[in-house]
């Protein structure tokens, strides 16, 4: 049977996207149609929040698009040398949060420590938030 596979592609270890290989050993054949498009908004507003971590309390990751966001900033900026010696810190002596394991991953990459990555969605984030709020220091 044919199916139409609604995403962008993305290649596995073997050089094929993941979901036509397992739409394919059951006997589906899948065609990929990219349908979504996407573009960084607020770069330069963003970038500069990011180079003064003392005016924030933390960071919270909601998507590995948020991560390609930090990455941006700091490759557009030139601030990688700047983030390897001393942002990197500044912000890792605050709270960073993540929704979701494979965002948890990337944060990681960047050299961020990061919590709640096990909540598995926005509200038991919030919710995780919250009560390390309450918690007596």
């Not at 589906?28 to 971590?53: D, G």
């Amino acid at each position: 049977m044919k199916v139409l596979l609604l995403k962008d592609p993305k290649e596995d270890d073997c050089g094929q996207d993941p979901y036509i290989r397992e739409l394919g050993l059951y006997g589906l054949e899948a065609t990929l149609i990219p349908v979504l498009s996407f573009e960084f908004l607020s770069v330069p507003s963003f970038s500069e929040k990011l180079s003064h971590p003392e005016g924030y309390g933390g960071l919270i990751f909601t998507s590995p698009r948020a991560v390609e966001a930090v990455e941006l900033c700091l490759e557009k900026d030139n601030k990688t040398e700047v983030w390897r010696k001393s942002l990197k810190e500044k912000w890792n002596a605050k709270s960073v949060y993540v929704v979701g394991n494979a965002t948890a991953s990337l944060v990681n990459k960047i050299g961020l420590h990061t919590e709640g990555e096990n909540c598995g969605n926005a509200e038991k984030l919030a919710e995780y938030i919250c009560s390390m709020r309450r918690s007596p220091i």
